[in-house]
């Protein structure tokens, strides 16, 4: 998502639909500082930090030796992958999936979306998408040609309630809803009723239903429910994304799945196979081996992403700077402190960066209504983010003001 801004793009088509990307001026405020030698205690990007499980590691390095593994792989994952992603639903959310037509790996739950959002998007679409949310909820159907119709989504029933009232008001449908619970960027989850409602919506409406769950097993309440717990794939036109990203610290393997209503599966194997060739076949080995393998890993890391959860909340109260403690996911959702709340998140994030030497990613990158928010991602072990609250109160006892 990174971008150079002095390199101009805007006679390209597409280019011209998104907006400026909003962390690059954090971004680069914090490479100069590095450059400069100063540390820097870094919430701002969602890259776990934690080790990718052993087992895991040790199936990649067995199997890229074997003949015969490194030429072109299977777009839609070969059959073994498919087949434990089909385990996983059935062991973990009690749902069926056929793997030969319900289940496709990706490079990544975020190919999968980008690549579902140009199988299915005609132009003028209209798509309902929650604002603030993952940017590539509105953007990868932005870059299809879709209307975006952002939907306030602070919380499940802020988003359940902003949806009913579009849909009241509107001319037509949209052609599809996007729901992301666990939120990123939020950390909010949604109750099991808001997915009959969300579910009920869709089948009255014949409306496509596209379901994040990337933070699965991120959790510190109860466990996330995926939608085919309230509706069979083929009932209604439904698919969810799920990556291995976060629950076994894969990020940089760029793995994960679409699963759901066939037609959509076939759309998205349709246009894959002209993109790509799939992950590298022992990646996906690996990743069968981590769907079926010792499961102990993540609750180890749940249990590390809950424990930074309450130092972070807990230090930084006592500095000074509330933070709501989220429900789930790897990040926090925290309101400006209100000494600095008229500088907005992106001038917010530069002086917190610049004086207290702590980066956050400012809200409005996820949207209008992230304005007046910073998120932090839980990527600090717990002695460098005691560190970072106690920067903080040096500087919500000074008197800083943000920088020119």
């Known amino acids: 998502m990174q971008t150079n801004p002095e390199i101009p793009t805007d006679e390209f088509y597409r280019i011209k639909r998104l907006p400026p990307y909003v962390f690059a001026e954090v971004n680069k405020l914090k490479a100069q500082l590095r450059a400069d030698g100063q540390d820097i205690i870094d919430f701002g990007f969602g890259n776990p930090d934690l080790p990718t499980p052993q087992h895991v590691i040790n199936k990649l390095v067995e199997t890229v030796q074997k003949p015969r593994v490194t030429g072109y792989s299977a777009s839609r994952g070969i059959k073994g992958l498919r087949q434990a992603c089909s385990r996983y639903y059935e062991r ?20 999968g979306f980008a690549n579902l ?85 869709v089948k009255a409406h014949d409306i496509i239903l596209l379901s994040d769950l990337a933070y699965s097993e991120i959790y510190f309440g109860e466990a996330p429910p995926s939608i085919f717990e309230f509706i069979d794939p ?48 022992p990646i996906q080995v690996a990743a069968c081996a981590a769907l079926d393998g010792p499961q102990e890993c993540v609750e180890e890391a749940r249990e590390i992403y809950r424990k930074r959860r309450d130092v972070l909340v807990e230090s930084f109260a006592r500095a000074g700077w509330d933070v709501p403690p989220p429900d789930a996911s790897m990040f926090a959702w925290a309101p400006l402190p209100p000494k600095f709340a008229n500088l907005g998140s992106v001038e917010f994030s530069k002086l917190l960066m610049k004086e207290a030497g702590v980066a956050v990613s400012p ?26 609250a106690r920067n903080l109160k040096s500087l919500m006892q000074s008197d800083a003001v943000a920088a020119e």
């Open 92 to 111: 973990r959310f009690d749902v069926r999936l056929d793997p030969e037509d319900q289940v496709i790996a990706t490079l990544g739950s975020k190919e």
């Open 117 to 201: 959002a140009q199988a299915i998007t005609a132009p003028g679409d209209v798509i309902y998408a929650p604002d603030p949310s993952y940017p590539l909820h509105a953007y990868g159907f932005v870059i299809a040609g879709a209307k975006i119709q952002g939907i306030p989504a602070i919380t499940a029933d802020e988003y359940l309630a902003g949806v009913k009232a579009a849909l009241e008001i509107a001319e037509k449908p949209p052609m599809a809803i996007v729901v992301c619970f666990p939120s990123n960027p939020t950390g909010m989850t949604a109750e099991r009723a808001f997915y009959d409602e969300i579910v009920a919506i």
């Open 363 to 388: 809200g409005v990158g996820f949207g209008e209504n992230g304005e007046g928010y910073v998120r932090m991602a839980l990527v600090e072990n717990e002695q460098r983010i005691r560190q970072a």
């Open 234 to 281: 083929e009932e209604i036109m439904a698919i969810e994304t799920i990556s291995l990203s976060k629950t076994y610290s894969m990020a940089g393997w760029r793995m994960g799945f679409a699963v759901g209503n066939r037609r959509l599966i076939a759309a998205l194997t349709r246009v894959k196979s002209y993109l790509d060739y799939g992950a590298f076949t």
